[in-house]
Structure formats: structure tokens, C-alpha cells
């Protein structure tokens, strides 16, 4: 063989080249390399300016804030509407053909209907707490299953969510203390500290003796973090938004009540020569000035309700006795009719304010003798936009932190389509007129699907309790439906009997037909 003809380069391992990477080649990094940048402060986070509200002595803050009516109004008006629908929600199967589904979905519901403790009434006025104190907390408590009721499928239950003080955590735990990455649980006070009235909770390092010692590890936790960003478990309550409005309404109202106290009771006023005030100042031993000590005691007697009457010389300017008393007293009052001091404007408009931060402006609509109802359907439509935010936030939570862990806890192993869903209840019940109509309607040209979940929830949108129907099969469901003996749609009307009645489609005497 000739010495030009070279040897054919060797094929290149590709599998060697990979796990043997040149320094030019990027490698991915899979650890976490950032941190959120919170500040900590005595083991809580640091996110508020105001020292009123920071946590802890936000929770106070939120307190007080709580007893002014406004702020009340504003706070219960959606806490109404988020209990009333919790209360109806349940969990559905992921898969209606699943039989674990349903199953799965069936044991979650019976949990929530045989909770201790006040049951899942108490548990949902306990969650809703996150939306005034930025945060809620409860202990998930766990038990065997000892019940006659699903003990073949699932030996484990929750006994109780048990409610846990907000501002009894002393401490957040992270994985990693220093960058405040993973929280994995907190530390809470010993209950002595909290019982104490005269505790006051400070910076200060607090003493190992006043802190339980035992970790509350996150799996244990139902944690509500509302508004959280940058991981931050406190959350951000609703009350930091109308907190500005709130202080500068109470300070007006303040301010209010000093002016009609004033205005009702008056200030006394006691005239007396000017020599003898002249005599009583240069002189503190004077009769003028101890005439004029007296007549002070007297005054502040009376404003104080402990005198109802003081004693006056009868002498009078003037030779003849017809001049001015020497010793005089009037009650004045407030004129108040200097400057701009109409309060009622503003403190209607902080009120408007505070209500709006909670999307409750409706509630005040009317009360100045001016609304409309088209403005009070918008605003309710916006509040209710507030509210399905905030039933979507719990609907996760219940999601992650009760349905996943009690179905692992139990081992009970189900696909992504076959995980149970949490449905929360109606914000407001339906208009069973309106919901009719559209069923007829859609039913009376052929576009009504004959299933069973659509069937129920057309029915539940018309007010009707279909609990019965719920556990038949969808082929008796569908034999038990009344016969279609209702002549609606022809003629291609919109209700009624369409085109085929007196007077045709634009009949008047069926305004549904009416264009």
C-alpha cells in the first residue's frame, strides 16, 4: 500500500464527549443561585415602613382598625360572601369515570362534613382571617380512620384544622436562614407569654425559656399567605391599603366630636376690671389675685359637672348704679364660621375611600340620595371580581395543602386527570328566571347536550337541589327526564311559541319574541 493513501479518521464518541464537556461548553446549573431579599428582624419579616404595620404589631393595628365601623362594613361585606360560598363548595372527581376519582373526591368531602372543633364552619372563619392579617395559620391534625365509612380505601383522616393566633409565631424557619429561602416551618410562643397582659412584644432576643422548643414543621401547616410575594409568609393585608384614609377619617371625626362637645357645653368667660387683673399679677398675695385664683376654681368646677352655680359681686360701674356689673360671666359658644371647616365632605369621601380599597363602594350608594342601578350592578360585578380572586386563592390552598397530602398520607395514588378539583359555591344565587329562558332556548333548537354534568348544572343554575341525582348513573338519569311536550321553538322564536302564535315572531304579547 502506497504511503500517501492516509488512514480514515475515526468516528468520534458522542457519548464520551458528553460526559466529558470541554470548558467551552455550558454546563446548567440546577441549585438555586438567587435569594428573595428579605429583611429579616427579630425572626419576622421586615416589608412595611410604618412601624404600626409591622408584624407584630400589625395584627394590633388591624385590631383597632377593625372596631371603626366603616372599616368593618367594608372587611364583613366580603367576608360574607367568601363564607357563604366555601360553605357550599365540596371537591369533585377530576374524572366523573374514574371510580378512584370519585371515590377520592367522596372521602375529601366526608372530611370536611365530620371535622372536630366547630367543624368546617369554624375552619373557614379561621382561613378568611389572612385577608385582615395578612396571613393565617392551622394546625392539620391527623387520625386514623376508625369510622365505619371509607376504612377500606383510606386509613388515615383529619381530625381537625385547629386554629393557631396569628401573632403567636416568634419565629419563621427557613432551610437556608441566611438567603430566607424555603420556609419550613415557625416556632410560636409559649401560650404563659401570650396569657400575660402586661406582655409586650419587643425586638429584644427573647429568652429560650419563653419559646416552645418544638418545631411546627410546614406539612403540619394550612399557611394562607395572602398578597405574598418574594416568598414572604406574612402576606399583605387588606387593611394596608385604606390605613392612610383610616387615620385621617379618625383624626377628622376626632376633631368633630371636640367641636360639638365644645359648641354644646360652651366656655365661660369671666370679665373683671383690668386694674384688678393688672394688681393680682403684680401682686400674687393680692385680694384681686386671689379673687381671681377663686374665680379659675369655680370655672373649671363647672365645665368639669362639679359646681352648677357661682357667686358674683352686684357692685356696677358708674356713679348713678346703671354701668356694667365690675364682676361679669357669660357662656359663649362655637361660631365656627371661620375658615373651611364642612367635615362632612371629608369625612364622606375617606369613607368612600376605605369601602373602595375593599371594593364595597356600593354600600354607599343611596345614602346621599344619588345612585342608579346600573352603577350599583357595576360595582357589585366589581366586588364580586374581589371575591373570585380570593376563592380562587383558598381553592389552591385547599388544593396543595389538604387534598394532596391526606390522599399521600394514605398512599392512595391517582393520575393528574383523576386528582379531585375543589369547587367553591355561587357568589350569589342564581336568577332562576333568566337560567330557565336560556335552557329552554338553547334546548328548543337541538343544542342542549343530554349529559348527565351538564344536565345538573343546568339545573342547579335554575335553583333546583339536585342531591338525589347525583349518584345515578347517566342512563337512568336520562330515562327519568320528563316527556318533550313543549311546542317552544317553533316558528324559530326566541321562547314561546315563536312564529307559529297570533301575531308572529314580533308579537307583542310575548315581549321575550319582541325584537
Same mark, same amino acid.
Given at each position: 500500500?502506497?504511503?500517501?493513501?492516509?488512514?480514515?479518521?475515526?468516528?468520534?464518541?458522542?457519548?464520551?464527549?458528553?460526559?466529558?464537556?470541554?470548558?467551552?461548553?455550558?454546563? #446548567?446549573?440546577?441549585?438555586?443561585?438567587?435569594?428573595?431579599?428579605?429583611?429579616?428582624?427579630?425572626?419576622?419579616?421586615?416589608?412595611?415602613?410604618?412601624?404600626? &404595620?409591622?408584624?407584630?404589631?400589625?395584627?394590633?393595628?388591624?385590631?383597632?382598625?377593625?372596631?371603626?365601623?366603616?372599616?368593618?362594613?367594608?372587611?364583613?361585606?366580603?367576608?360574607?360572601?367568601?363564607?357563604?360560598?366555601?360553605?357550599?363548595?365540596?371537591?369533585?372527581?377530576?374524572?366523573?369515570?374514574?371510580?378512584r376519582s370519585r371515590d377520592a373526591a367522596g372521602f375529601l368531602n366526608w372530611n370536611l362534613k365530620?371535622?372536630?372543633?366547630?367543624g368546617w364552619y369554624e375552619a373557614i372563619t379561621n382561613m378568611i382571617t389572612c385577608f385582615q392579617?395578612?396571613?393565617?395559620?392551622?394546625?392539620?391534625?391527623?387520625?386514623?380512620?376508625?369510622?365505619?365509612?371509607?376504612?377500606?380505601?383510606?386509613?388515615?383522616?383529619?381530625? !381537625?384544622?385547629?386554629?393557631?393566633?396569628?401573632?403567636?409565631?416568634?419565629?419563621?424557619?427557613?432551610?437556608?436562614?441566611?438567603?430566607?429561602?424555603?420556609?419550613?416551618?415557625?416556632?410560636?410562643?409559649?401560650?404563659?407569654?401570650?396569657?400575660?397582659?402586661?406582655?409586650?412584644?419587643?425586638?429584644?432576643?427573647?429568652?429560650?425559656?419563653?419559646?416552645?422548643?418544638?418545631?411546627?414543621?410546614?406539612?403540619?401547616?394550612?399557611?394562607?399567605?395572602?398578597?405574598?410575594?418574594?416568598?414572604?409568609?406574612?402576606?399583605?393585608?387588606?387593611?394596608?391599603?385604606?390605613?392612610?384614609?383610616?387615620?385621617? %377619617?379618625? #383624626?377628622?371625626?376626632?376633631?368633630?366630636? &371636640?367641636?360639638?362637645?365644645?359648641?354644646?357645653?360652651?366656655?365661660?368667660?369671666?370679665?373683671?376690671?383690668?386694674?384688678?387683673?393688672?394688681?393680682?399679677?403684680? *401682686?400674687?398675695?393680692?385680694?384681686?389675685?386671689?379673687?381671681?385664683?377663686?374665680?379659675?376654681?369655680?370655672?373649671?368646677?363647672?365645665?368639669? @359637672? *362639679?359646681?352648677?352655680?357661682?357667686?358674683?359681686?352686684?357692685?356696677?360701674?358708674?356713679?348713678?348704679?346703671?354701668?356694667?356689673?365690675?364682676?361679669?360671666?357669660?357662656?359663649?359658644?362655637?361660631?365656627?364660621?371661620? @375658615?373651611?371647616?364642612?367635615?362632612?365632605?371629608?369625612?364622606?369621601?375617606?369613607?368612600?375611600?376605605?369601602?373602595?380599597?375593599?371594593?364595597?363602594?356600593?354600600?354607599?350608594?343611596?345614602?346621599?340620595?344619588?345612585?342608579?342601578?346600573?352603577?350599583?350592578?357595576? !360595582?357589585?360585578? %366589581?366586588?364580586?371580581?374581589?371575591?373570585?380572586?380570593?376563592?380562587?386563592?383558598?381553592?389552591?390552598?385547599?388544593?396543595?395543602?389538604?387534598?394532596?397530602?391526606?390522599?399521600?398520607?394514605?398512599?392512595?395514588?391517582?393520575?393528574?386527570?383523576?386528582?379531585?378539583?375543589?369547587?367553591?359555591?355561587?357568589?350569589?344565587?342564581?336568577?332562576?328566571?333568566?337560567?330557565?329562558?336560556?335552557?329552554?332556548?338553547?334546548?328548543?333548537?337541538?343544542?342542549?347536550?343530554?349529559?348527565?354534568?351538564?344536565?345538573?348544572?343546568?339545573?342547579?343554575?335554575?335553583?333546583? *337541589?339536585?342531591?338525589? %341525582?347525583?349518584?345515578?348513573?347517566?342512563?337512568? &338519569? #336520562?330515562?327519568?327526564?320528563?316527556?318533550?311536550?313543549?311546542?317552544? @321553538?317553533?316558528?324559530?322564536?326566541?321562547?314561546?311559541?315563536?312564529?307559529?302564535?297570533?301575531?308572529?315572531?314580533?308579537?307583542?304579547?310575548?315581549?321575550?319574541?319582541?325584537?
Amino acid at each position: 500500500m502506497s504511503e500517501d493513501i492516509k488512514e480514515a479518521p475515526q468516528p468520534v464518541d458522542i457519548s464520551k464527549a458528553e460526559s466529558n464537556p470541554t470548558p467551552s461548553q455550558t454546563r #446548567m446549573k440546577f441549585a438555586e443561585t438567587g435569594q428573595p431579599f428579605m429583611k429579616e428582624v427579630g425572626g419576622w419579616i421586615r416589608d412595611q415602613a410604618k412601624y404600626e &404595620l409591622q408584624y407584630p404589631r400589625s395584627i394590633k393595628t388591624f385590631a383597632e382598625m377593625r372596631n371603626h365601623a366603616v372599616v368593618d362594613a367594608g372587611a364583613t361585606v366580603g367576608e360574607v360572601f367568601l363564607t357563604k360560598s366555601l360553605l357550599k363548595g365540596r371537591w369533585v372527581a377530576g374524572d366523573n369515570k374514574s371510580e378512584r376519582s370519585r371515590d377520592a373526591a367522596g372521602f375529601l368531602n366526608w372530611n370536611l362534613k365530620n371535622l372536630d372543633n366547630g367543624g368546617w364552619y369554624e375552619a373557614i372563619t379561621n382561613m378568611i382571617t389572612c385577608f385582615q392579617n395578612g396571613f393565617s395559620w392551622q394546625e392539620k391534625v391527623f387520625a386514623k380512620n376508625n369510622s365505619q365509612e371509607w376504612t377500606g380505601k383510606f386509613q388515615y383522616k383529619i381530625k !381537625k384544622l385547629a386554629p393557631r393566633s396569628a401573632d403567636s409565631v416568634q419565629e419563621w424557619v427557613w432551610k437556608d436562614a441566611v438567603t430566607k429561602r424555603d420556609l419550613v416551618g415557625l416556632v410560636q410562643y409559649k401560650s404563659s407569654t401570650l396569657n400575660n397582659p402586661f406582655n409586650t412584644i419587643s425586638l429584644n432576643p427573647i429568652p429560650k425559656s419563653n419559646v416552645l422548643s418544638t418545631l411546627i414543621p410546614l406539612e403540619k401547616i394550612m399557611l394562607l399567605s395572602w398578597n405574598s410575594t418574594n416568598g414572604n409568609p406574612q402576606g399583605k393585608s387588606d387593611f394596608v391599603g385604606c390605613y392612610k384614609s383610616y387615620k385621617e %377619617l379618625s #383624626m377628622i371625626e376626632a376633631y368633630e366630636l &371636640l367641636g360639638i362637645s365644645k359648641s354644646l357645653a360652651g366656655v365661660l368667660v369671666i370679665r373683671m376690671p383690668t386694674d384688678h387683673l393688672n394688681k393680682a399679677m403684680e *401682686d400674687p398675695t393680692s385680694d384681686e389675685a386671689k379673687a381671681l385664683s377663686a374665680f379659675k376654681k369655680q370655672c373649671s368646677a363647672i365645665q368639669q @359637672g *362639679d359646681q352648677t352655680f357661682i357667686i358674683l359681686g352686684s357692685d356696677v360701674q358708674g356713679e348713678n348704679g346703671n354701668g356694667k356689673y365690675v364682676y361679669d360671666m357669660a357662656l359663649q359658644g362655637i361660631d365656627g364660621g371661620t @375658615g373651611n371647616n364642612n367635615t362632612k365632605d371629608v369625612i364622606a369621601m375617606k369613607e368612600k375611600s376605605i369601602l373602595n380599597s375593599f371594593a364595597a363602594g356600593f354600600l354607599t350608594l343611596g345614602d346621599s340620595g344619588v345612585g342608579s342601578y346600573s352603577l350599583a350592578d357595576t !360595582k357589585q360585578s %366589581l366586588h364580586a371580581f374581589y371575591m373570585e380572586r380570593k376563592l380562587m386563592f383558598i381553592a389552591d390552598a385547599l388544593q396543595r395543602q389538604i387534598a394532596k397530602p391526606l390522599l399521600e398520607i394514605n398512599q392512595y395514588k391517582l393520575n393528574e386527570s383523576e386528582m379531585p378539583i375543589f369547587e367553591y359555591g355561587e357568589l350569589d344565587d342564581a336568577d332562576a328566571d333568566v337560567a330557565s329562558k336560556v335552557i329552554q332556548r338553547v334546548a328548543s333548537v337541538g343544542m342542549f347536550p343530554k349529559e348527565k354534568a351538564f344536565l345538573l348544572d343546568s339545573l342547579r343554575q335554575c335553583g333546583l *337541589d339536585v342531591t338525589s %341525582l347525583e349518584d345515578l348513573t347517566e342512563e337512568d &338519569l #336520562m330515562s327519568r327526564l320528563t316527556d318533550e311536550t313543549s311546542r317552544a @321553538g317553533e316558528g324559530q322564536g326566541t321562547s314561546g311559541t315563536g312564529g307559529s302564535q297570533k301575531g308572529g315572531v314580533t308579537s307583542s304579547t310575548n315581549m321575550e319574541n319582541a325584537p
